[in-house]
């Protein structure tokens, strides 16, 4: 790796980009394929589509050229596909983007090429979709074509771990091509670069470090909406059975949980195993769990409607932020969409604010949407929402407050007058 090579990353998103900016940074030429025209002109303008600030502050300095022509491909000693891995509506996986991705580079590929997926998948993906899309085009696995895995590792808005640092794992099908890979990632990464023993390993590395949050993040909703009907705040529990300095590790409740990772990859792994004769009925009540709290969010505003002698129908609600995560503009499967579902379900008027989504709010700022508010509900605990000085909300005469991310001053509110509910709180 020492002599640099042309790297193509395959889908520009929150992996993606990150990836393929610091590729460049890291000496090598980078070319990337994406088929959003928009990304790609502001890519090339150094300017990135995604509020992030390691993309902020590196995408200026170390170019990256956008194309939304496959043909780019060809160019490439090493292949980077990092396209999305969805579910549908019925929760089964979409393989499409990784198979549409595959097929893309395998009519393009230069041979002795090092191609890698970053994108999350189950178990025998690896060995069952993709390896036959490029035996099928030609190439022989081990010598026309290296295939890897590394899955992808990022926390968008993290500060201190990002592409840059984040140990990572990487797995093949034979031992030149983990080499070939784990020099690559070696190059680029400060962290860590662990060989896993089969690309199988690797692709279930993933799926798990996902499923273990999920279990975890259901374990203390369903405490929350326990702890609820006992009058104890789960919050100060969980931050009390933090202080052990072992065998607990913290995770908090919410109106439900949400970006590309944790809700949709233990699907991967639930309908994989049905397929071997094997149910997973651990992780198929987390995620009944986790999916129910956007509806238990929503019973928690009309109980306090109901308390403030107000209906759901036709009262005013200020729904404060719409990405999934604080201090992003990912909006991929935030609780806000089901939420706002309900909402209309109940013919509940409603405004939406959320100053890193401003193209989605209804409303142009907080004090424009607390002025035509008699509740308000907070879907993301941005910094600007928890920072809000109580007063505030009395000032404009909200009655109710549901947090749904546990992240304001509950007695605060609460000494105003204001009904407020959290999640298990």
């Known amino acids: ?170 797995g093949s099908f034979d031992a030149k091509g983990l080499k070939i890979a784990k020099e690559f990632y070696e190059s680029i990464v400060d962290g860590a670069i662990r060989p896993m023993k089969s690309i199988r390993e690797a692709e279930a590395v993933k799926i798990v470090e996902n499923s273990f949050r999920d279990i975890n993040i259901a374990f203390v909703n369903e405490l929350a909406r326990s702890f609820e009907k006992m009058d104890i705040d789960v919050k100060d529990v969980i931050l009390g059975a933090a202080t052990k300095p072992f065998a607990f590790m913290a995770h908090f409740p919410s109106c439900g949980v949400g970006g590309h990772c944790i809700p949709v990859d233990p699907y991967y792994l639930i309908e994989r195993a049905k397929l071997s004769g094997f149910s997973h009925d651990f992780l198929k009540l987390a995620r009944k769990i986790n999916n129910s709290m956007s509806n238990y969010t929503v019973e928690l505003l009309q109980d306090a409607l109901n308390l403030a002698g107000k209906p759901m129908k036709n009262v005013r609600v200020g729904v404060l932020g719409i990405s999934y995560k604080a201090n992003v503009d990912d909006m991929r499967e935030s609780p806000y969409f089901k939420i706002i579902k309900l909402l209309e379900e109940y013919k509940t008027k409603y405004n939406s604010f959320d100053p890193h989504v401003k193209n989605k709010s209804t409303v142009k700022s907080l004090e424009e949407l607390l002025e035509n508010s008699d509740a308000v509900l907070v879907v993301t605990d941005h910094k600007e929402f928890v920072e809000i000085n109580p007063k505030i909300f009395k000032k404009f005469g909200i009655k109710v407050i549901v947090d749904g991310k546990n992240c304001l001053d509950k007695d605060k509110i609460r000494k105003l007058g204001i009904i407020y509910k959290g999640i298990g709180r």
């Open 1 to 170: 790796m020492k002599q640099k090579k042309t790297v193509c990353v395959v889908g520009l998103g929150y992996v993606g980009l990150p990836l393929a900016v610091r590729c460049s940074e890291k000496g090598y030429k980078i070319l990337g394929l994406e088929m959003n025209q928009r990304k790609v002109d502001l890519i090339n303008q150094g300017k990135s589509p995604i509020e992030e600030k390691f993309l902020e502050e590196n995408l200026p300095k170390f170019k990256v050229k956008a194309s939304t022509d496959e043909k780019i491909i060809k160019e490439a000693d090493i292949v980077l596909i990092c396209v999305p891995t969805p579910v549908d509506k019925k929760f089964y996986p979409d393989l499409s983007p990784v198979i549409g991705a595959s097929e893309a580079v395998a009519r393009n590929l230069k041979k002795g090429a090092l191609v890698v997926l970053e994108s999350t998948v189950n178990p025998g993906v690896s060995e069952e979709v993709v390896k036959p899309i490029f035996e099928k085009a030609g190439y022989e696995i081990g010598k026309d074509v290296f295939l890897a895995h590394c899955p992808e590792r990022i926390n968008p808005g993290d500060k201190k771990w990002n592409v840059t640092n984040i140990p990572r794992v990487v």
